[in-house]
């Protein structure tokens, strides 16, 4: 339809479309992507260019068809053929100055050789890779590419260090040398995904904490792939900061802005920051030299100002050393006037779960590749709903007691166990695993963190002298269970619970800026979309305190406790 109506650049689109799909169909299906078909359809493109139609962007479309019939190719096998249509097509993008397609077929190119370099065992094929990579930098260094950018280090990471992990090198110096090139793109591609992260610091905090998850989702990759390039160096200690750079920078990058401090407005600095930024990115105006001047003004009143000191910090684009966590460790028993900290770090990749062990004192962590399947963990947690009676079974807790096997000899009875647990590892109650035959917080006191660095910054952005406890209970007046509930809790925090038309939508947003405490027992639903208008709390008046109200509100609760249907349900 489209080819008859005049439209052929659309035309192409459909039939390249359509191409890879029944690629991808014959190939479940064991048969060859390119069959007869198949051939007809690349037929049918290449009489478009060659009719009487005039086709805009041919350089662009026709390196767009190679690389769909690549592609195509490599769903079935990645071979010679695939790599030289992929390098084709990459000519005609550069022909066409569209650099998001050559740096798109770019990432597609270096994953091929890559492919091919694993089949074969074959360091050329590794090393060609990286001249692709590094070729592509040149150009893209002077774009604002930064999605493809941070892609296309981290693939120039995975073709280095892949030399090392199959052991394809023999010559001392030049695997000294690929070390260093690896970690260098491995770091590379930290900066280039945290400023990403940065960037989000711009857009509203509901919109932000998901575009934050969804890029998670797409370093998952990156994460595991530096982590096991240290640990396969054996250098733990740059295992747990790469882990930290990440799981720090998603964290405070969705809570940025939201600490209070004494004087009136916070982020006032940050706000400016961002404008100043926002106005030199889009303009080719001549007072850009006055703005950067004043961005460097500010940067000076951030070092200098206690308030932003821990802001500048973290907005850094630097990974954190080992001696920072430590010192974090150190920071934190001194706030808290406690001593014999241990940080039991967890990480878990597929069926892989590591364990680092640490005190302040120790210049080298304790490590342990736990002997069990990551894969019983899950099915034991899988149902939420048996989780309890899951536990109870004596297999499961035989299965998990191995996650804290190893803390018997690195730690003494008494000491404090910090645990940073990991994905699917922040599900399990470690405190109730046995340890020496009894559970482990019998042994030892037990908390929880997500990230060493930020622990600190959790602790002193909640401090507020005239915080309170509130407790609600029974909203919709058919959960008398709720209402009891609500009624004790209270009764231990010596507060008065708002329970049935008391538990409005508006009181708990307004408690909500300045609660210490808050208890919510009553009917919640989890939401079906990513919308965070589907994720709520039903309040009294047929009313509903939705995900997105409560991120739109300042807080600083020490502790929520959401006691209601499917607060705890969870989508891996």
């Not at 908390?447 to 952005?461: E, K, R, T, V």
Request: aromatic share 10%; charged share 20%; with cysteine.
């Amino acid at each position: 339809v489209f080819q008859k109506l005049g439209f052929p650049e659309d035309a192409i689109h459909q039939y390249k479309n359509y191409l890879l799909e029944q690629a991808i169909q014959l190939k479940e299906n064991n048969q060859p992507v390119i069959n007869e078909q198949q051939q007809g359809i690349i037929n049918k493109i290449e009489r478009i260019f060659d009719g009487s139609i005039w086709v805009n962007h041919p350089s662009y479309l026709s390196g767009l068809t190679i690389q769909a019939v690549g592609q195509a190719l490599s769903y079935q096998n990645f071979n010679k053929e695939t790599i030289d249509l992929l390098k084709t097509a990459n000519q005609l993008f550069v022909k066409a100055n569209h650099l998001q397609a050559m740096a798109i077929n770019t990432n597609y190119l270096i994953l091929s050789l890559i492919q091919i370099g694993r089949n074969s065992s074959n360091v050329m094929y590794y090393s060609e890779a990286v001249a692709v990579g590094e070729k592509a930098l040149e150009i893209l260094l002077k774009t604002s590419l930064l999605d493809f950018l941070w892609r296309l280090y981290f693939h120039l990471a995975l073709a280095s260090s892949e030399q090392l992990k199959y052991d394809l090198i023999t010559d001392a110096s030049t695997k000294l040398k690929t070390e260093q090139q690896a970690e260098k793109y491995f770091h590379n591609s930290a900066q280039v995904y945290n400023t990403i992260v940065n960037k989000l610091l711009n857009i509203p905090d509901n919109q932000r904490l998901l575009a934050v998850a969804e890029l998670n989702k797409d370093s998952k990759q990156l994460v595991f792939s530096g982590f096991y390039f240290f640990f396969l160096l054996k250098d733990f200690r740059s295992c747990i900061t790469w882990l930290e750079n990440f799981r720090n920078k998603a964290m405070i990058t969705t809570l940025k802005g939201k600490q209070r401090s004494n004087f009136p407005d916070p982020k006032v600095l940050i706000n400016e920051e961002n404008s100043l930024t926002e106005l030199i990115e889009s303009s080719t105006s001549d007072n850009n030299s006055q703005i950067i001047n004043r961005l460097d003004e500010i940067t000076n009143l951030m070092i200098s100002d206690e308030h932003y000191k821990d802001y500048y910090a973290l907005k850094q684009e630097i990974l954190p050393e080992y001696s920072d966590v430590l010192y974090a460790v150190e920071k934190f028993e001194i706030n808290k006037s406690i001593q014999n900290v241990h940080i039991a770090y967890y990480y878990v990749h597929g069926t892989e779960v590591y364990l680092f062990c640490f005190d302040k004192n120790d210049p080298e962590p304790h490590v342990s590749k736990i002997p069990i399947n990551g894969k019983e963990i899950e099915k034991i947690i899988e149902d939420r709903n048996r989780m309890v009676d899951q536990l109870n079974q004596p297999d499961a807790l035989i299965t998990l007691s191995k996650l804290v096997a190893p803390l018997e000899k690195w730690t003494a009875a008494g000491d404090i166990i910090c645990i940073v647990p990991y994905g699917y590892l922040s599900e399990i109650p470690f405190h109730i695993i046995p340890l020496q035959n009894n559970p482990l917080i019998v042994r030892n006191p037990v908390f929880y963190n997500n990230s060493l660095i930020a622990l600190n910054y959790f602790d002193n952005s909640t401090e507020n002298n005239n915080c309170q406890n509130f407790i609600f209970g029974n909203p919709t007046e058919d959960l008398s269970a709720s209402e009891k509930e609500a009624i004790q809790i209270a009764s231990m925090l010596n507060e008065k619970p708002k329970i049935r038309i008391e538990a409005t939508k508006k009181s708990i947003l307004e408690d909500l800026q300045q609660a210490s405490i808050i208890h919510i027992a009553g009917h919640g639903f989890f939401g079906k979309s990513k919308s965070m208008e589907t994720f709520g709390l039903q309040m009294s008046a047929k009313e509903v305190v939705t995900a997105n109200d409560i991120l739109m509100q300042s807080n600083n609760c020490k502790m929520v406790v959401l006691s209601a249907c499917e607060t705890a349900k969870h989508v891996s």
